[in-house]
Nanobody, 127 residues
Framework: QVQLVETGGGLVQAGGSLRLSCAASGRTFSYYAMGWFRQAPGKEREFVAAISGSGGSTYYANSVKGRFTISRDNAKNTVYLQMNSLKPEDTAVYYC????????????????????WGQGTQVTVSS
């Protein structure tokens, strides 16, 4: 069992930045790839970014590529999502989740491949 807790959400103006954190329980954090997903009101949950267990591979949705950066600190059991140049369309609840590591990019885009999920943190970008 892995418990995930996201923090760092909030209200920010367009063009601003936020950094989300996701702290995981357990001693096997580095065994898991980690992903960030988001869900806006009335929309389906969508992939944002993922990172392999070692941190050596990262994957991004086209909509955030060049603006968001995913990273992890395995010593702290924490994964981060640095979000820059935020847009109103980035407004959503952001979730982190665990997946098996060492898979292809397409594997990480699919939310059904993630096992444990956090409760989410709200990000609101005003125009």
């Amino acid at each position: 069992q892995v418990q995930l807790v996201e923090t760092g959400g909030g209200l920010v103006q367009a063009g601003g930045s936020l950094r989300l954190s996701c702290a995981a329980s357990g001693r096997t954090f580095s065994y898991y790839a980690m992903g960030w997903f988001r869900q806006a009101p009335g929309k389906e949950r969508e992939f944002v970014a993922a990172i392999s267990g070692s941190g050596g591979s990262t994957y991004y949705a086209n909509s955030v590529k060049g603006r968001f950066t995913i990273s992890r600190d395995n010593a702290k059991n924490t994964v981060y999502l640095q979000m820059n140049s935020l847009k109103p369309e980035d407004t959503a609840v952001y979730y982190c989740a665990t997946a098996l590591t060492d898979h292809s990019a397409s594997y990480y885009y699919d939310s059904s491949n993630y096992r444990y999920w956090g409760q989410g943190t709200q990000v609101t970008v005003s125009s």
